[in-house]
């Protein structure tokens, strides 16, 4: 979005750099991508910076206040509510929409919000890897990119980042939890994390229990589990139908980061509480009192509880709505369509969509959450999602930066 910086990057691309760019980030990151990447960096400006930074803190404040909080808890199902949950999750992603706003500059609308860990190393080592790609490109800046916010260096960033996942605990007695992780799109943000915190990705299914404490096999040793940095996704737990050697309501000897209840109470669930400009109107199912006029046109029919654009009706019909059981009405709801802007241009001449994670931590200790780096998804299809991108070049997995020292 940086007009100076775009022309002097689409001025020197080539096939050649992207792909110099992809092994690079590969060889820091220890595996390949399980996703597409883009073939450009996201160029912020000062005033879009600052527009997303503002929305994002002042959306996470909302969803914080004690009134929110409370109604938040009551989604997180029975059957999984893990004891011991924090006052506030100490990992949350806020995803925003770049939208042109009725000025013509570009601001930011609020997609979705989580309490949820991303995909935090993999961004380090992928700005890492388009500085210093961008330093061979004629017309931009010298001396490197940044992707982070709130003052932080990348030396800053990662003790944030260590001291929200580990704690103080040593790193071999910290576990990232998931599902088979090697057969994970994001194994390359687990191999990541192990490179920045020396932290292993162990499988739920793998770990063992005894009384109330857990325990992981390696190299031939049983070391005990004091902290896990919770990556199990649940709808696809309940999916895959697998056994855990541990009930997540049972009361162990383990903190979280974050703890698992964060995944149900800062969601989608938190789009109808919210009052704010960068906000789309929102509503769950149960609580409509009629249907929009402009339903299909105007609004995203989408389930509370799923990730990566699982369930999500774009162009939604009274029908559709109509066929939501009542005991599913609670969880679904019905979103104002925000219409993304093309504004990235591609070195075809062709506009990009963009969307940008905001990536907030919270040490174990500490009651504020600080913004710490970025994650961006560049869309030229219908939708973000994968399967609305196969034709396209220029769309995936990217980062926003500034040059070093910038503003």
């Known amino acids: 979005m940086q007009p100076t910086f775009r022309d002097a990057y689409n001025r020197a691309y080539t096939e050649d750099l992207a792909l110099r760019q992809v092994a690079d980030l590969t060889r820091r990151a220890g595996a390949r991508s399980g996703f597409r990447l883009a073939e450009t960096p996201v160029f912020l400006t000062q005033e879009l910076e600052e527009r997303l930074v503002s929305a994002a803190h002042g959306i996470l404040d909302q969803i914080s206040r004690p009134e929110a909080l409370r109604k938040l808890r009551r989604f997180v199902p029975p059957e999984w509510d893990a004891p011991g949950m924090d006052e506030l999750p100490s990992l949350a992603q806020v995803d925003l929409a770049i939208v042109k706003a009725d000025d013509g500059s570009l601001e930011p609308k609020l997609i979705e919000l989580q309490g949820f860990p991303s995909l935090s190393a993999f961004e380090v080592l992928q700005a890492d890897a388009w500085s210093e790609a961008l330093s061979e490109v004629p017309g931009l800046p010298a001396g490197g990119w940044s992707p982070f916010f709130s003052g932080l260096t990348r030396k800053g960033f990662v003790d944030l980042f260590r001291r929200t996942i580990l704690a103080g605990h040593d790193p071999e007695h910290v576990v990232l939890l998931d599902l088979e992780p090697e057969s994970q799109k994001t194994w390359v943000d687990f191999t990541a994390t192990r490179a920045l915190l020396g932290v292993d990705p162990v499988c739920a299914t793998k770990v063992e229990k005894e009384g109330r404490r857990l325990f992981r096999r390696k190299d031939g040793r049983r070391i005990p589990i004091?902290?896990?940095?919770?990556?199990?996704?649940?709808?696809?737990?309940?999916?895959?139908?697998?056994?855990?050697?541990?009930?997540?309501?049972?009361?162990?000897?383990?903190?979280?980061?974050?703890?698992?209840?964060?995944?149900?109470?800062?969601?989608?669930?938190?789009?109808?509480?919210?009052?704010?400009?960068?906000?789309?109107?929102?509503?769950?199912?149960?609580?409509?009192?009629?249907?929009?006029?402009?339903?299909?046109?105007?609004?995203?029919?989408?389930?509370?509880?799923?990730?990566?654009?699982?369930?999500?009706?774009?162009?939604?019909?009274?029908?559709?709505?109509?066929?939501?059981?009542?005991?599913?009405?609670?969880?679904?709801?019905?979103?104002?369509?925000?219409?993304?802007?093309?504004?990235?241009?591609?070195?075809?001449?062709?506009?990009?969509?963009?969307?940008?994670?905001?990536?907030?931590?919270?040490?174990?200790?500490?009651?504020?959450?600080?913004?710490?780096?970025?994650?961006?998804?560049?869309?030229?299809?219908?939708?973000?999602?994968?399967?609305?991108?196969?034709?396209?070049?220029?769309?995936?997995?990217?980062?926003?930066?500034?040059?070093?020292?910038?503003?």
């Open 226 to 407: 004091e902290r896990i940095y919770n990556r199990v996704v649940f709808d696809e737990l309940i999916r895959s139908g697998k056994e855990l050697p541990f009930d997540f309501r049972d009361d162990l000897d383990v903190s979280w980061a974050p703890h698992p209840n964060w995944f149900w109470a800062w969601s989608k669930a938190a789009l109808p509480l919210l009052d704010h400009p960068a906000a789309p109107r929102a509503f769950t199912l149960s609580g409509l009192r009629g249907l929009p006029p402009d339903l299909t046109t105007g609004w995203v029919l989408k389930p509370l509880f799923s990730f990566a654009g699982g369930g999500v009706n774009i162009e939604p019909t009274a029908e559709d709505v109509a066929r939501v059981p009542d005991g599913e009405r609670e969880t679904w709801c019905l979103q104002e369509k925000i219409a993304y802007d093309p504004c990235l241009r591609a070195v075809d001449g062709g506009g990009v969509k963009v969307e940008i994670r905001m990536m907030f931590f919270r040490p174990e200790g500490e009651r504020a959450f600080t913004l710490g780096l970025n994650l961006c998804r560049l869309s030229r299809g219908r939708m973000l999602g994968v399967d609305f991108n196969k034709d396209f070049t220029w769309v995936g997995s990217s980062v926003a930066i500034r040059p070093l020292g910038a503003w």
